[in-house]
């Protein structure tokens, strides 16, 4: 049995891994802006809240350049038709379909976090309608970084050939 | 927060919610309708890049928009639209997934 993996160049190796890190980091910097809005907001904390969420925005940003040209170059070609005429050729058709399309939602939802967090400061504490519905946008993009790693993990074993 | 903070924030919530239920949309038409699909394809290469392209491109008209017409933004219509923006993240979500299991079924 062998990887897809070890078939791919060095540059798509390091691309997809690199898609995989900034994903993660995206999904748990976010995961560390949810656990502070669940918290009284003050200077010190904006000023984690602005460095977490911006770190965020750039590893979904990252994540999606890098992720994307690995998919446009390699995966349609490569790893796609391996796993439609595997075993499990759902994990393409559901999984990896969806995957790709609700990951786009990631990039904007970012920049709302941002924007809020950003723009209102320690302001945001006055007004709690606000800071809950900007807690409840981090943990959408949570459980979306969440899911897709999942789906990821899926995908890549169904491309074991 | 002043108002142009507050009409900024508005713009970028609604242009989120518009690229977002652009996602979906053509995500579903374009697997329906390979047409679509295939224009995204000659256009952009490929019909990830397309999709993921006009809807930055949707994001900043809809925003930019939004900013030119509404002069006033308040907090509690920017509570509203995050609410908004949440649920056509969420009901997106099911529908693209909802969609791709029925049609692995067909």
Same mark, same amino acid.
């Given at each position: 049995?062998?990887?897809?993996i070890f078939?791919m160049s060095g540059l798509l190796k390091y691309l997809l891994v690199s898609h995989i890190i900034f994903g993660?980091?995206?999904?748990?910097? #976010?995961? @560390?802006?949810?656990?502070?809005?669940?918290?009284?907001?003050?200077?010190?904390?904006?000023? =984690?809240?602005? #460095?977490?969420?911006?770190?965020? =925005?750039?590893?979904?940003?990252l994540s999606?350049f890098s992720g994307g040209y690995y998919y446009?170059i390699y995966?349609?070609?490569? *790893?796609?038709? *391996?796993?439609?005429?595997?075993?499990?050729?759902?994990?393409?058709?559901?999984?990896? %379909?969806?995957? %790709?399309?609700? #990951?786009? =939602?990631?990039? #904007?939802?970012?920049?709302?976090?941002?924007? @809020?967090?950003?723009?209102?400061? %320690?302001?945001? %504490?006055?007004?709690?309608?606000?800071?809950?519905?900007? @807690?409840?946008?981090?943990? *959408?993009? *949570?459980?979306?970084?969440?899911?897709? @790693?999942?789906?990821?993990?899926?995908?890549?074993?169904?491309?074991?050939? | 927060? $002043? &108002?142009? !903070?507050?009409?900024?924030? $508005?713009?970028?919530?609604?242009?989120? +919610?518009?690229?977002?239920?652009? +996602?979906?949309?053509?995500?579903?038409?374009?697997?329906?309708?390979?047409?679509?699909?295939?224009?995204?394809? &000659?256009? /952009?290469?490929?019909?990830?890049?397309?999709?993921?392209?006009?809807?930055? +491109?949707? /994001?900043?008209?809809?925003?930019?928009?939004? /900013?030119?017409? &509404? !002069? &006033?933004?308040?907090?509690?219509?920017?509570?509203?639209?995050? $609410?908004?923006?949440?649920?056509?993240?969420?009901?997106?979500?099911?529908?693209?997934?909802? /969609?791709?299991?029925?049609?692995?079924?067909?």
């Amino acid at each position: 049995m062998s990887l897809i993996i070890f078939k791919m160049s060095g540059l798509l190796k390091y691309l997809l891994v690199s898609h995989i890190i900034f994903g993660l980091l995206g999904a748990v910097a #976010f995961y @560390a802006a949810l656990m502070n809005l669940l918290k009284p907001i003050d200077f010190k904390k904006i000023k =984690f809240l602005k #460095f977490v969420s911006l770190t965020g =925005f750039f590893g979904f940003i990252l994540s999606w350049f890098s992720g994307g040209y690995y998919y446009v170059i390699y995966y349609g070609g490569s *790893v796609k038709p *391996v796993i439609k005429s595997g075993e499990y050729p759902w994990i393409h058709s559901i999984l990896m %379909e969806t995957k %790709e399309h609700i #990951f786009i =939602f990631l990039p #904007f939802l970012a920049l709302v976090a941002v924007a @809020a967090i950003y723009l209102f400061k %320690e302001n945001l %504490e006055q007004n709690q309608k606000i800071k809950k519905a900007v @807690a409840l946008v981090c943990a *959408v993009m *949570v459980a979306i970084g969440a899911v897709s @790693a999942l789906m990821g993990l899926a995908i890549s074993g169904a491309a074991v050939n | 927060m $002043n &108002n142009i !903070k507050l009409r900024i924030l $508005n713009s970028i919530i609604i242009g989120a +919610i518009a690229a977002i239920i652009f +996602i979906t949309v053509i995500t579903v038409v374009a697997d329906l309708y390979l047409s679509l699909k295939d224009w995204l394809k &000659n256009i /952009f290469y490929h019909h990830w890049v397309g999709k993921g392209i006009l809807a930055a +491109i949707i /994001f900043f008209i809809s925003g930019i928009l939004n /900013f030119i017409s &509404n !002069k &006033n933004a308040d907090e509690e219509k920017i509570a509203k639209n995050l $609410n908004i923006l949440i649920w056509a993240s969420i009901i997106g979500s099911l529908m693209i997934s909802i /969609f791709f299991i029925l049609e692995a079924l067909r």
